[in-house]
């Protein structure tokens, strides 16, 4: 191709790049329903200097990493704390591309204590030693925090949960399995130790059983599903919710 249509194909990817960040840096208010629509005053995009200082970062744990616990494993040696580790490193990679500042953080890392961001996941994957067509992928949010948790905090769990579901299923095309929901994914313990304005999530990205191609020899899908998932987060896209963010139950129904 030509060098001048070469040179516009360029700008017009900085463009896009600059357009992405312009539209993550815009502050966040995740207090409001995104499906409200916007006053027609602010068609610009405003920076203001009261974005919060951790709005544009995110927190990967790599689950099982740096502890004696490696997690499933499979019968050639694999273990769910290296899958887990690759999963984190690539999505970790897409974010920072686009601007977003990703602390890896491993299974029992301090760091955890008191967390502040604009979100956590935790990247766990299922059994290898199970029925070798077993498929699908988990996600849960906090216990804890659905039973005492302000409702804002509520709110931006479930909503971190619902765009990692979204963006999850949309890449992998892994089925979302709700029925096998562990009480130890509920009561997960990174849960207790962020700063409880911090929205977490533990997600199990399939299993190594059945979804084995997919986690260990194309680990950068299930990282895009996560990152996209987060970024749905990040600019409140309105995704669909199973109830409007402002009538939350008080207490959710078990999965
Ligand atoms: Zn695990």
Same mark, same amino acid.
């Given at each position: 191709?030509?060098?001048?249509?070469?040179?516009?194909?360029?700008?017009?990817?900085?463009?896009?790049?600059?357009?992405?960040?312009?539209?993550?840096?815009?502050?966040?208010?995740?207090?409001?329903?995104?499906?409200?629509?916007?006053?027609?005053?602010?068609?610009?995009?405003?920076?203001?200097?009261?974005?919060?200082?951790?709005?544009?970062?995110?927190?990967?744990?790599?689950?099982?990493?740096?502890?004696?616990?490696?997690?499933?494993?499979?019968?050639?040696?694999?273990?769910?704390?290296?899958?887990?580790?690759?999963?984190? @490193?690539?999505?970790?990679?897409?974010?920072?591309?686009?601007?977003?500042?990703?602390?890896?953080?491993?299974?029992?890392?301090?760091?955890?204590?008191?967390?502040?961001?604009?979100?956590?996941?935790?990247?766990?994957?299922?059994?290898?030693?199970?029925?070798?067509?077993?498929?699908?992928?988990?996600l849960?949010v906090?216990?804890?925090?659905? @039973?005492?948790?302000?409702?804002?905090?509520?709110?931006?769990?479930q909503?971190l949960k619902e765009?990692?579901?979204?963006?999850?299923?949309?890449?992998?095309?892994?089925?979302?399995?709700?029925?096998?929901?562990?009480?130890?994914?509920?009561?997960?313990?990174?849960?207790?130790?962020?700063?409880?304005?911090?929205?977490?999530v533990?997600?199990?990205?399939?299993?190594?059983?059945?979804?084995?191609?997919?986690?260990?020899? @194309?680990?950068?899908?299930?990282?895009?599903?996560?990152?996209?998932?987060?970024?749905?987060?990040? @600019?409140?896209?309105?995704?669909?919710?199973?109830?409007?963010?402002?009538?939350?139950?008080?207490?959710?129904?078990?999965?």
């Amino acid at each position: 191709m030509g060098w001048s249509l070469r040179l516009f194909l360029k700008a017009l990817g900085v463009a896009l790049g600059i357009a992405l960040l312009f539209v993550l840096v815009h502050p966040l208010d995740l207090s409001t329903s995104p499906s409200r629509a916007a006053p027609a005053t602010s068609a610009l995009p405003n920076i203001t200097p009261t974005a919060t200082p951790y709005s544009l970062r995110v927190g990967l744990v790599a689950g099982h990493s740096g502890g004696d616990d490696p997690g499933a494993t499979c019968p050639n040696g694999i273990t769910e704390a290296q899958v887990n580790a690759r999963i984190a @490193r690539h999505a970790a990679r897409i974010l920072e591309s686009i601007g977003v500042k990703v602390d890896m953080l491993r299974e029992f890392d301090p760091l955890l204590q008191g967390y502040q961001a604009l979100a956590l996941v935790s990247i766990h994957a299922d059994s290898c030693q199970t029925s070798p067509d077993r498929s699908g992928f988990k996600l849960a949010v906090s216990d804890a925090l659905q @039973r005492e948790g302000t409702r804002q905090q509520r709110a931006r769990a479930q909503r971190l949960k619902e765009c990692l579901k979204t963006w999850y299923q949309e890449t992998t095309h892994l089925d979302f399995d709700p029925y096998t929901i562990t009480r130890d994914m509920r009561e997960y313990h990174a849960f207790k130790e962020v700063d409880p304005n911090t929205p977490a999530v533990i997600i199990e990205v399939g299993y190594l059983a059945g979804d084995y191609d997919l986690l260990v020899n @194309r680990p950068a899908v299930p990282a895009r599903g996560i990152a996209l998932g987060i970024l749905c987060f990040a @600019r409140t896209e309105n995704i669909l919710l199973p109830y409007p963010d402002d009538s939350l139950p008080t207490a959710l129904p078990t999965p």
